[in-house]
């Protein structure tokens, strides 16, 4: 609060001026043209609120001289603050400074000066300060109240009502919800169960790959019910159907389903080029993570060509995948489900994760961010072949690495499995000139540090593509091309 607006004690030897404005009770008088305006004072005055007790006397009448200024009246409203031309200061203490020496004109008396007062003047604004506060907040409420009751609509609250929202609220395609909505009824959920007396199994995930009722998941999902099991496939509608196993690459980890008795409008989902995925691209994954079904998480490509050699756990033979390794969260039961690019195509199929303390699997403890996939342009040629013979068809290049060795490239062995050749006679190996002892360390475009990595990269080709091999024999680097061969089924 600014002093200027308390009182100050007035000197018993100078009239007081009056506190606050009046009415008069004669009309002032209209000064000529000629008449020189009054001198201004110094005094900052401001305006105070009316006090009815202050009532300024009567102002007799007076015989105006004509070359003089006429008398200034109080009826002209103070100002709220002071000139500008040159304001006095007030003095410590004080927040209205003493008024300029009054000489009365023309003989007029003076109204006489009310007592001063200061702490019941300043406990006089302030009460005055807390009444307009009440006031303007009663107003307020007041105005609040009164724009309720018309329903006046210039008047508008600043709060929505639940009845205001959107009666329908769609999502922008691209968004995960709408490739998530659009994608769901295409992904199923697997309950695999074995032939043996203890009907053990388990729950993993697939996608429906044409209308004829393939489904296309994971090897490792179905293993257990190959032989004599039975195998039910759930959509997310609830609708269960028998399914039999077409086929399954073990190598490869993937295998193909029919439904008994597909029903009609499946609608597959589509297929991406996982050739061109890259590093950074969005990632949704859905599956039936611990059998909680139709769940889907979101994360990026966190690289791409990572060998990869996983097994089931039941002893079979691994397989090797150059994987989309993606931070989505994956875990068990997630296996053969689909990993979705932002567009809502097929890029890879979710088969294996790496756990804290342990290697690559298909059944580990829990998602680190370390998830796998087998990329969809792989899938696909798999499918293909599955549904047309049943068995799988593998390329090959007709020698045995040493599949233990890291980091130094892919040792041709010394001899193969049973005691046979390490490099089959006249097979692709042979006749670009590899022998036992040879260090491939390079496949194509990509560098070869261990026997899986050169199994992946050799399995995402076809029998029949040429590929430039980079080896290594007694310190000396060379080069050599190699037809791929094949090999059907899995042994």
Request: glycine fraction near 14%; proline fraction near 12%.
């Given at each position: 609060?600014?002093?200027?607006?308390?009182?100050t004690?007035?000197?018993?030897?100078?009239?007081?001026?009056?506190?606050?404005?009046?009415?008069?009770?004669?009309?002032p008088?209209?000064?000529?043209?000629?008449?020189?305006?009054?001198?201004?004072?110094?005094?900052?005055?401001?305006?105070?609120?009316?006090?009815?007790?202050?009532?300024?006397?009567?102002?007799?009448?007076?015989?105006?001289?004509?070359?003089?200024?006429?008398?200034?009246?109080?009826?002209?409203?103070?100002?709220?603050?002071?000139?500008?031309?040159?304001?006095t200061?007030?003095?410590?203490?004080?927040?209205?400074?003493?008024?300029?020496?009054?000489?009365?004109?023309?003989?007029?008396?003076?109204?006489?000066?009310?007592?001063?007062?200061?702490?019941?003047?300043?406990?006089?604004?302030?009460?005055?300060?807390?009444?307009?506060?009440?006031?303007?907040?009663?107003?307020?409420?007041?105005?609040?109240?009164?724009?309720?009751e018309?329903?006046?609509?210039?008047?508008?609250?600043?709060?929505?009502?639940?009845?205001?929202?959107?009666?329908?609220?769609?999502?922008?395609?691209?968004?995960?919800?709408?490739?998530?909505?659009?994608?769901?009824?295409?992904?199923?959920?697997?309950?695999?169960?074995?032939?043996g007396?203890?009907?053990?199994?388990?729950?993993?995930?697939?996608?429906?790959?044409?209308?004829?009722?393939?489904?296309?998941?994971?090897?490792?999902?179905?293993?257990?019910?190959?032989?004599?099991?039975?195998?039910?496939?759930?959509?997310?509608?609830?609708?269960s159907?028998?399914?039999?196993?077409?086929?399954?690459?073990?190598?490869?980890?993937?295998?193909?389903?029919?439904?008994?008795?597909?029903?009609?409008?499946?609608?597959?989902?589509?297929?991406?080029?996982?050739?061109?995925?890259?590093?950074?691209?969005?990632?949704?994954?859905?599956?039936?993570?611990?059998?909680?079904?139709?769940?889907?998480?979101?994360?990026?490509?966190?690289?791409?060509?990572?060998?990869?050699?996983?097994?089931?756990?039941?002893?079979?033979?691994?397989?090797?995948m150059?994987?989309?390794?993606?931070?989505?969260?994956?875990?068990?039961?997630?296996?053969?489900?689909?990993?979705?690019?932002?567009?809502?195509?097929?890029?890879?199929?979710?088969?294996?994760?790496?756990?804290?303390?342990?290697?690559?699997?298909?059944?580990?403890a829990?998602?680190?961010?370390?998830?796998?996939?087998?990329?969809?342009?792989?899938?696909?040629?798999?499918?293909?072949?599955?549904?047309?013979?049943?068995?799988?068809?593998?390329?090959?290049?007709?020698?045995?690495?040493?599949?233990?060795?890291?980091?130094?490239?892919?040792?041709?062995?010394?001899?193969?499995s049973?005691?046979?050749?390490?490099?089959?006679?006249?097979?692709?190996?042979?006749?670009?000139?590899?022998?036992?002892?040879?260090?491939?360390?390079?496949?194509?475009?990509?560098?070869?540090?261990?026997?899986?990595?050169?199994?992946?990269?050799?399995?995402?080709?076809?029998?029949?593509?040429?590929?430039?091999?980079?080896?290594?024999?007694?310190?000396?680097?060379?080069?050599?091309?190699?037809t791929?061969?094949?090999?059907?089924?899995?042994?």
């Amino acid at each position: 609060m600014s002093t200027e607006n308390e009182g100050t004690a007035v000197p018993a030897d100078h009239p007081a001026a009056p506190s606050t404005p009046s009415t008069p009770a004669t009309p002032p008088t209209t000064p000529s043209a000629s008449t020189p305006a009054p001198e201004p004072t110094d005094a900052p005055t401001v305006a105070q609120t009316p006090v009815p007790e202050a009532t300024p006397p009567q102002t007799p009448p007076r015989t105006p001289a004509p070359a003089s200024a006429p008398e200034p009246t109080a009826t002209t409203p103070l100002p709220t603050a002071p000139p500008a031309a040159t304001p006095t200061p007030a003095a410590a203490g004080a927040g209205w400074p003493p008024p300029p020496p009054t000489v009365p004109a023309w003989g007029t008396p003076l109204p006489p000066a009310p007592p001063a007062s200061p702490r019941r003047r300043t406990g006089g604004l302030v009460a005055a300060v807390l009444v307009a506060a009440l006031v303007a907040g009663g107003i307020g409420g007041g105005i609040g109240y009164w724009a309720a009751e018309r329903g006046d609509e210039t008047v508008s609250s600043t709060t929505v009502s639940s009845g205001e929202a959107p009666a329908s609220f769609k999502r922008e395609p691209g968004t995960v919800a709408a490739v998530a909505a659009k994608a769901l009824p295409s992904v199923v959920t697997i309950q695999a169960k074995s032939g043996g007396s203890q009907g053990e199994g388990g729950t993993g995930t697939g996608f429906v790959y044409d209308q004829e009722g393939h489904i296309v998941t994971n090897n490792h999902v179905v293993a257990s019910a190959a032989d004599g099991g039975t195998l039910s496939v759930t959509f997310p509608d609830g609708k269960s159907y028998d399914a039999q196993v077409v086929g399954r690459a073990e190598g490869y980890d993937v295998a193909v389903l029919k439904l008994t008795n597909a029903p009609k409008g499946l609608k597959p989902l589509a297929l991406g080029d996982s050739d061109k995925v890259a590093v950074g691209d969005s990632t949704i994954a859905i599956g039936a993570p611990f059998g909680l079904s139709n769940t889907v998480t979101t994360g990026i490509i966190s690289a791409k060509n990572r060998p990869v050699a996983s097994g089931d756990g039941s002893g079979g033979s691994n397989s090797y995948m150059s994987a989309l390794q993606t931070d989505a969260s994956i875990n068990p039961g997630n296996s053969g489900g689909p990993l979705l690019d932002a567009s809502g195509a097929v890029i890879g199929i979710n088969s294996a994760i790496q756990s804290a303390g342990s290697g690559f699997g298909q059944s580990q403890a829990g998602s680190i961010g370390l998830g796998f996939a087998i990329p969809v342009n792989q899938a696909k040629n798999v499918a293909q072949q599955l549904i047309r013979t049943g068995k799988p068809v593998y390329p090959v290049i007709g020698a045995t690495v040493n599949m233990q060795e890291q980091g130094e490239g892919a040792t041709i062995a010394s001899q193969g499995s049973g005691g046979t050749p390490s490099v089959t006679p006249d097979g692709p190996a042979a006749k670009a000139g590899l022998k036992a002892g040879d260090v491939i360390t390079g496949f194509g475009d990509h560098q070869i540090d261990s026997g899986p990595t050169l199994i992946s990269e050799i399995w995402t080709h076809k029998p029949g593509d040429q590929v430039k091999i980079t080896y290594e024999r007694d310190g000396k680097t060379s080069t050599a091309t190699v037809t791929l061969g094949e090999r059907t089924g899995d042994s």
